[in-house]
């Protein structure tokens, strides 16, 4: 977790740095930037890192992220403006393993017969969601929040809703996971059943266990959500050059 929160401020450093770039006027409007590797090694930062940076550009609509091309410069800041960052997908991934793994571990003391029995409705919804096309994850907010009501605790259910709510206002988060749904990354049912199972044992250790491993997974998910689009641009990149060449000469 300090590594993640490490990757936080580093890639707010790098979407500075980033800003100030553009505002030098290095380059103009529709200019592409230079490949993910190329700034990664010349910023000495991670290639997660210079993800996350760009993703905060892309909100602020300085850049646009063309899959198979790159970035590409949408506007120039004003010398004056600063970078506004909102909650990462990232940053609010952690913060709800931190927060729903105790919730998960005080709700396994105090869950009834009947909330447990919705849990499963839930996981039955949460599977039919994933096979629906363009569905929504209505089913999996649901669920942790049910979970989070089973703790008999307004400020830690409040938390909670509040946490989920972000993950769809904040830019920065909302493009991530909407990243994670385009290379099909959805709720794990099995990560959801071992968190029932835990629940219905009256277990807290377990519980909180087995949602920290679901939201561990989530966190994971979400750097294969950046790393999908990075290799889906390459792969466009190289099919490009290929029937460039492959074009007969006269």
Do not use: C
């Not at 450093?13 to 409007?29: D, I, N, P, Q, T």
């Not at 927060?99 to 599977?127: C, N, P």
């Not at 909180?208 to 790393?227: C, G, K, N, P, Y």
């Amino acid at each position: 977790m300090i590594a993640e929160a490490n990757q936080v401020r580093l890639y707010q450093g790098l979407a500075r740095k980033l800003m100030e770039v553009l505002a030098s006027g290095h380059y103009a409007v529709g200019d592409r930037f230079p490949a993910e590797r190329e700034l990664a090694a010349e910023y000495d930062v991670s290639r997660p890192t210079v993800r996350e940076a760009i993703i905060a550009l892309e909100v602020q609509g300085l850049v646009e992220v063309r899959v198979g091309s790159g970035a590409y410069v949408l506007r120039l800041p004003g010398r004056e403006e600063v970078p506004g960052f909102n909650i990462t997908g990232f940053e609010l991934t952690e913060a709800r393993l931190l927060i729903e793994g105790e919730a998960a571990s005080l709700a396994a003391t105090q869950i009834s017969d009947a909330e447990v029995a919705e849990l499963e409705g839930l996981i039955r919804d949460i599977a039919r969601e994933n096979q629906t096309p363009g569905g929504t994850e209505e089913a999996d907010r649901a669920f942790h929040l049910a979970i989070a009501r089973a703790t008999r605790n307004t400020a830690i259910y409040e938390s909670i809703e509040r946490l989920w709510e972000l993950r769809r206002t904040s830019p920065e988060s909302a493009l991530l996971h909407s990243l994670a749904r385009t290379a099909h990354i959805k709720p794990v049912v099995d990560e959801h059943s071992a968190i029932l199972e835990a629940l219905r044992a009256r277990d807290p250790n377990a519980a909180r266990a087995a949602m920290r491993t679901h939201l561990s997974a989530v966190l994971d998910s979400l750097l294969f959500a950046t790393e999908e689009r990075a290799i889906e641009e390459a792969r466009r990149a190289v099919e490009a050059k290929r029937q460039r060449y492959a074009r007969p000469t006269t």
